[in-house]
């Protein structure tokens, strides 16, 4: 069973910046593919990125992209999401997901517990 453990959510102003982290249990030089999600209350779960461990290809939702980075620091088992240039509709809890063993499912394997972030004007 694999464990993710988001941190880095928190309060911030309108244009500021958050580094969100994603730690697992397990060698992440192994994942298929890793991404974050997000929940608005009220609203459905979008995912916001994505990123293939072999190839390093990344994909970004329309809303995040140019604002938002996705990153992979295997050494450390740790997934990244920069971001920039954050506003209200930013605010959601945001989800870290993880797929093994060849296979990139649309609703992943492994989700973490989530962190919150809050955005104000």
């Known amino acids: 069973q694999v464990q993710l453990v988001e941190s880095g959510g928190g309060s911030v102003q309108a244009g500021g910046s958050l580094r969100l982290s994603c730690t697992a249990s397990?060698?992440?030089?192994?994942?298929?593919?890793m991404g974050w999600f997000r929940q608005a209350p009220g609203k459905e779960r979008e995912g916001v990125a994505r990123?293939?461990?072999?190839?390093?290809?990344?994909y970004y939702a329309d809303s995040v992209k140019g604002r938002f980075s996705i990153s992979q620091d295997n050494a450390k088992r740790t997934l990244y999401l920069q971001m920039n240039s954050l506003n209200p509709e930013d605010t959601a809890m945001y989800y870290c997901?993880?797929?093994?063993?060849?296979?990139?499912?649309?609703?992943?394997?492994?989700w973490g517990q989530g962190t919150q972030v809050t955005v104000s004007s």
């Open positions: 997901a993880a797929d093994f063993g060849g296979f990139c499912r649309p609703n992943y394997s492994y």
């Open positions: 397990t060698d992440t030089y192994s994942s298929t593919c």
């Open positions: 990123v293939y461990t072999r190839t390093r290809g990344t």
